[in-house]
Structure formats: C-alpha cells, structure tokens
C-alpha cells in the first residue's frame, strides 16, 4: 500500500500562487497514476488534475486547465500541484490520491489518499 502525504496548503490572495506537494511512501512504484481532487464546503469532490506516473501524461479540469501544473519528481516519489492565478472558486480541501492500474476523472475510483489540505484564496 502506497502511503500519500499532503503539504503546502494555506491562505493567499486572489492571484497569487501556492505548490502543493504529494508524497508517496510505502510501495509508490506500484502506482500507475496520481491525482488531485478537492473539495469545498457543501459541495462533492471534484478532479482538478491527474498525471500517469509512467510517460508523464497529464489530464486537467477546464476550470484550471492553463492555471495549475501538475508534475513529478521521480527521485523524491512526489507528485506537485503548482497553483497560479488563483480564484476565491479555488478555495477548498486538495487531496491526492493514487491508482494501481489506470487513470480516471472519478474519485470513486481510487481507493487511496491522503489527508488533504486547505487552500484558502481570499477576494
């Protein structure tokens, strides 16, 4: 079981920037993809970004398509979301969380994450 670690949530203006960082421990060569979704207050759990661990293919959301980057570092097993041009609608819970075998858009899908973290982006 590969375990995963969110860090580098906070409080920032409209506009400004946040990284956040995934870290996978445990087995994280067995997975085959890793994703971020997030979750605001009275709302479901939504995709936001998902990168195939092998090849380094990357899927986003519209609403952050050309904002956010998601990325790797092989050495580190750690996953990265770089979050620009941030919006109050951004504000919410970001987890990651990974799949053994494939990708998807649907959270319901994997069956590993970590805790999350807050992202707070004040008007």
């Known amino acids: 079981q590969v375990q995963l670690v969110e860090s580098g949530g906070g409080l920032v203006q409209a506009g400004g920037s946040l990284r956040l960082s995934c870290a996978a421990s445990g087995r994280p060569g067995s997975s085959y993809s890793m994703a971020w979704f997030r979750q605001a207050p009275g709302k479901e759990r939504e995709f936001v970004a998902v990168?195939?661990?092998?090849?380094?293919?990357?899927f986003y959301a519209d609403s952050v398509k050309g904002r956010f980057t998601i990325s790797r570092d092989n050495i580190r097993n750690t996953v990265y979301l770089q979050m620009n041009s941030l919006k109050p609608e951004d504000t919410a819970v970001y987890s990651c969380?990974?799949?053994?075998?494939?990708?998807?858009?649907?959270?319901?899908?994997?069956?590993?994450w970590g805790q999350g973290t807050q992202v707070t982006v004040s008007s």
């Open positions: 990168l195939v661990w092998n090849g380094g293919h990357t």
């Open positions: 969380a990974s799949h053994r075998s494939r990708y998807s858009y649907s959270a319901t899908e994997y069956d590993n």
